[in-house]
């Protein structure tokens, strides 16, 4: 829940509802961080960013890592009827993912029906493959990283890693998580712990998407994500590499 704070000491800063505070736009009028921080106002811009996007907001839940029922329409009241309010990682993720800044997110709380425009940014041109693809030879270094003249490219969100890549999934044995057609952007450097989706090479060439169920000195332990399939364990010297998904397209 979004909370004004005195309109004297800080006449340009809320307090969200984890005590942390977030800072208005230059110049903005006092009272647009106080009146306009109403529930329907927050859930309007939420609404409004997955329009912008072209997503639902079961689509726009998706793409910022939540559950795809977490802005449900049905989920925005308590049974005793009290308002629930997005919390604030969830609104961070949000931003995230959309590019959207605080200061558009604020406006769009305050009454705008569209985002602000930007200068806009030059497309990143990401590397893309299918994942059927991906345990041939030539596709990636020893280190794991994208090489060579095989592949496609793809404008895809803006990510930190310069080695990051996307691969194209086909078939049904990943479903419900990712569907044929879905795309996945995958980073070789990003940190992973238990529970993130990956992309695991063995040393046999077979590439696949996983989730890590546990990593240790000697092991790696991988559940499918399709139940239908069967789990995976392997040494560690049987695995050459293991890479975080940090997007999907779904």
């Given at each position: ?6 309109p004297i000491?800080h ?12 800072v208005l ?32 907001p ?6 910022s890592?939540l ?10 009241c308590?049974?005793?009827?009290r308002?629930r309010?997005?919390?604030?990682e ?14 558009q ?8 029906r ?9 497309a990143r ?8 693809q991906a345990g041939?030879e030539g ?7 994208p090489?060579g003249?095989?592949?496609d490219?793809?404008s895809?969100p ?18 419900p998580v990712?569907?044929d057609?879905?795309?996945v ?14 992309v ?12 890590l ?10 559940k499918s ?17 293991v890479?975080r ?6």
């Amino acid at each position: 829940m979004l909370l004004p704070t005195s309109p004297i000491r800080h006449p340009s800063r809320f307090f969200l509802k984890s005590g942390k505070t977030a800072v208005l736009p230059e110049g903005q009028p006092d009272h647009v961080g106080m009146a306009a921080m109403k529930h329907e106002d927050i859930w309007r811009a939420i609404d409004t960013l997955a329009a912008e996007n072209g997503l639902s907001p079961s689509g726009l839940a998706k793409r910022s890592g939540l559950d795809p029922t977490t802005f449900n329409v049905s989920k925005r009241c308590m049974p005793d009827g009290r308002n629930r309010w997005p919390s604030t990682e969830s609104v961070a993720k949000v931003l995230n993912a959309t590019g959207a800044s605080l200061e558009q997110f604020t406006a769009l709380v305050s009454g705008a029906r569209t985002l602000s425009s930007n200068p806009p940014r030059p497309a990143r041109r990401i590397p893309l493959i299918g994942l059927a693809q991906a345990g041939g030879e030539g596709f990636f270094d020893d280190g794991g990283f994208p090489v060579g003249g095989g592949w496609d490219e793809v404008s895809l969100p803006e990510v930190a890693d310069p080695n990051a890549y996307a691969l194209e999934i086909s078939g049904d044995s990943m479903e419900p998580v990712y569907r044929d057609g879905d795309m996945v952007i995958v980073s070789p450097t990003a940190p992973i712990r238990r529970g993130d989706r990956v992309v695991v090479r063995t040393g046999k060439g077979e590439v696949m998407a996983k989730q890590l169920a546990r990593r240790s000195a000697r092991r790696v332990e991988l559940k499918s994500l399709n139940p239908a399939h069967p789990d995976y364990s392997f040494d560690l010297n049987e695995v050459s590499w293991v890479h975080r998904i940090i997007w999907a397209s779904q």
